[in-house]
């Protein structure tokens, strides 16, 4: 079983950019996501990232602001975030996803907070 940390969360303005990481403890040949978790309500899919192709999808509401990427040498999944806003104020985190539904989690790490004020 892979263990996946993530970093980088932390408190920005609405606008402005945040870089998550995470990272995984033996390289994988699996497709990770990133999800996030609000405050009384329950964890959504954001992005994930396939890793043979490294064909990406996002959840609509991050389309054009947030990105996904991935260091298969590193052992690495990132989670660039642009053009933050208060609604994106959650704890995010990264996970193993199904290569059949790249909206479904196996493995998950801690998460990371991130809050954006208005």
């Known amino acids: 079983q892979v263990q996946l940390v993530e970093s980088g969360g932390g408190l920005v303005q609405a606008g402005g950019s945040l870089r998550l990481s995470c990272a995984a403890s033996r390289r994988t040949f699996n497709d990770y996501g990133w999800f996030r978790q609000a405050p009384g309500k329950d964890r959504e899919f954001v992005a994930a990232?396939?890793?043979?192709?490294?064909?990406?999808y996002y959840a609509d509401s991050v389309k054009g602001r947030f990105t996904i990427s991935r260091d298969n040498a590193k052992n690495t999944v990132n989670l660039q975030m642009n053009s933050l806003e208060p609604e994106d104020t959650a704890v995010y985190y990264c996970?193993?996803?199904?290569?059949?539904?790249?909206?479904?989690?196996?493995?998950w790490g801690q998460g990371t907070q991130v809050t954006v004020s208005s």
């Open positions: 990232i396939k890793w043979g192709s490294a064909r990406t």
């Open positions: 996970a193993v996803v199904r290569d059949i539904d790249y909206t479904v989690g196996d493995y």
